[in-house]
């Protein structure tokens, strides 16, 4: 079955620190690779994709991803963190090749920044 | 634009009762979804459909339908709600091109109580 693990519930860094949220997925073929974030009460936002070509990822907000295929990884990195980037983060993938554009979620992990 | 919106942002249900849930986006796009997000469970795909008329079943499908008569608008109804159904519901769209792959985009969700 296709699936997307984020194995942390939670995720407490101190601000100004590096952070990292981990990802990793199990899906036939080389999927699209998508992290997105939301805010308390809000929906979701795109922060950032990969498609193909460069393996590091440069998205919304200073957060990047690091895509490695042979891990089947896609971890989400600040390199200093903020307050404001306390959140929900969600890892999903599609498929490539599918008609529909579907994405599979993982189950999110909490992102706590302490000043 | 505004983008994907949702309506009603709030609702209290009781067993046994039906509604509708509204989305509608104003960008055009022939991609269409809803899901459901339960506590620690990520995001559930319900139905989604690839242009107007029409509309397929994701994971979780049970309990709802949809329809999509314009390119604007997807409903989903609950015909007989149950406390199971109790989640917060996220509609959301792409463009839908073929030989591009674009993120979703959200709307702000619906809180729906079942009691």
């Known amino acids: 079955a296709q699936s997307v693990a984020q194995p942390e519930d939670q995720v407490n860094v101190a601000e100004g620190n590096p952070l990292t949220v981990k990802c990793t997925y199990s899906v036939s073929g080389n999927p699209y690779l998508f992290w997105y974030v939301q805010y308390p009460n809000r929906g979701l936002q795109f922060l950032l994709k990969y498609i193909t070509g460069d393996n590091l990822v440069k998205g919304s907000y200073g957060f990047e991803a690091e895509f490695n295929k042979s891990q089947t990884s896609f971890h989400l990195k600040k390199p200093s963190a903020l307050v404001s980037d306390s959140a929900l983060y969600f890892c999903a993938v599609s498929l490539r090749g599918g008609a529909t554009n579907k994405l599979i979620f993982g189950t999110g992990t909490l992102l706590a920044v302490q000043p | 634009n505004a983008g994907v919106t949702q309506t009603p942002k709030f609702r209290i249900l009781k067993i046994g009762q039906s509604m509708t849930l509204q989305c509608a986006q104003d960008m055009n796009h022939n991609y269409m979804y809803w899901y459901r997000q339960d506590p620690g469970m990520g995001l559930k795909l319900i139905y989604y459909s690839v242009g107007a008329g029409i509309t397929d079943k994701g994971e979780v499908p049970n309990g709802y339908n949809v329809s999509r008569s314009t390119t604007e608008d997807f409903p989903l109804r609950l015909e007989l709600a149950a406390p199971s159904q109790t989640s917060v519901y996220f509609c959301?769209?792409?463009?839908?091109?073929?030989?591009?792959?674009?993120?979703?985009?959200f709307g702000p969700g619906t809180r729906l109580t079942v009691l």
């Open positions: 959301a769209s792409t463009p839908g091109k073929r030989g591009v792959y674009n993120e979703q985009f």
